[in-house]
């Protein structure tokens, strides 16, 4: 199979090489804008970690800084600029900021596929606006964030990957160049020093470029038995992993990323369910499960997991990183500065 789809992988990656040679020699253009923004992204399709990166840095920045997010809003059945509301739902904003929204309703969250647009529009609605955080923005090449954080997963770093779709990456690893940070995720916990030398070692990364490595936090489970784990992510293994440490026998049923279920679906998670004392789902399933009757007929045999980035060690001098960027950058507090 890998023959037949490596030329296929090939064309691929001519595409990409051409759309970036024409934003790097700006035949295409490509626009910054006069806030601090930062783009989380990663050169693979998914299953990195973005949203519990998005949510960290909205921790560190929010209780300093007038902060918004912006996302694409994939999945979502509307389109054009919106910012989130008390009325909105994972159909019409996308399950990622729905996510997003809930966990900081005192965040503006806006999805928009031209970020540029919607930066724009944020600045006109939050004139006092003094950052933006860019969800899965790594590709959007019209638009050149003031800071790039390159996400890794240390199970198939970009350097061992393939192009689509021999692989998953939609970027080519040359492109890391453009990251100020880039982060290594999903580590283990127990990662030595000497696993870290051999990442660093094999990412090659440039002199300007910091390299970090963080790890998944999962909020504790009471279970009495094993559960079935309902995913519709683009990387369960880790999750399923986890829950299997406890209990081997943990079942996986399995959706695509950002799947709204069917009636069809619906009934065979109803079925399987009936197997079994407890069901587990991620927070971002169940913003989609929301909309159908899943919550309402699982009951208290639901358990949402929900799940933050750990930096451990690494968290001061990553936290010191971003706060210059967005302290250097930072249009108000440079307008209001007194002259020397």
Known sequence: MKFFLTPLS????????VRNVLYDDRVLPSYKVDVPTIAIGNLAVGGTGKTPMTEYLIRLLSPKYKVAVLSRGYGRKTSGFRLANEHDTAKTIGDEPMLIHTHFPDIPVAVCADRVQGVKQLQHMIPDLQCVILDDAYQHRKLRAGFYILLTSYDNLYVNDHMLPRGTLRDLPAESARANAVVVTKCPQSMQPIDRRIVSNSLHLASYQHLYYSSIGYAPLQLSSTPLLVAGIANPAPLLEHLQQQFPETEL???????????????????????????????KDYMRMLQTPLVEALGDKLHVLPIQTDLGIDQEAFNRQVLLYVSENNRTTLNNSTPL
Request: a negative charge.
């Open 10 to 17: 090939w064309l691929y990656a001519f595409g990409v090489w």
């Open 253 to 283: 049923l399995a959706f695509a990323d950002h799947h709204h279920f069917t009636k069809s679906d619906i009934r065979l998670i109803l079925s399987k369910a009936e197997q079994y004392e407890h069901v587990v789902t991620t927070e």
